[in-house]
């Protein structure tokens, strides 16, 4: 059964920091990219982060210069560090994995910024 299981969201004042991290398992077939995404409320669900399996990163025009995606592929892991947060960075951040032919998603984690 495959799960992704994330971690580290929480509260955190604007201008400090959170690190996100996803755990894959039980994915039978290769892993091509990994990501993070994210919905604040009223809004649809958009890209924050994707990294491919030899570690080319993209990122969010909202977001450059200020987080920072990584992954392991050996132990099918994806973390998002996010520095110097905005209130506007609060939202659900979905983590994100697509094989050749599935996609699957986390069950999201709640992060919110205090201004």
């Known amino acids: 059964q495959v799960q992704l299981v994330e971690s580290g969201g929480g509260l955190v004042q604007a201008g400090g920091s959170l690190r996100l991290s996803c755990v894959a398992s039980?994915?039978?077939?290769?892993?091509?990219?990994m990501g993070w995404y994210r919905q604040a409320p009223g809004k649809q669900r958009e890209l924050v982060a994707t990294?491919?399996?030899?570690?080319?990163?993209n990122y969010a025009d909202s977001v450059k210069g200020r987080f920072t995606i990584s992954r392991d592929n050996a132990k099918n892991t994806v973390s998002l560090q996010m520095n110097s947060a905005k209130p506007e960075d609060t939202a659900v951040y979905y983590c994100?994995?697509?094989?050749?032919?599935?996609?699957?998603w986390g069950q999201g984690t709640q992060v919110t910024v205090s201004s």
């Open positions: 994100r994995v697509s094989t050749a032919p599935y996609i699957y």
């Open positions: 039980g994915i039978r077939f290769r892993i091509v990219n």
């Open positions: 990294i491919t399996s030899d570690g080319t990163a």
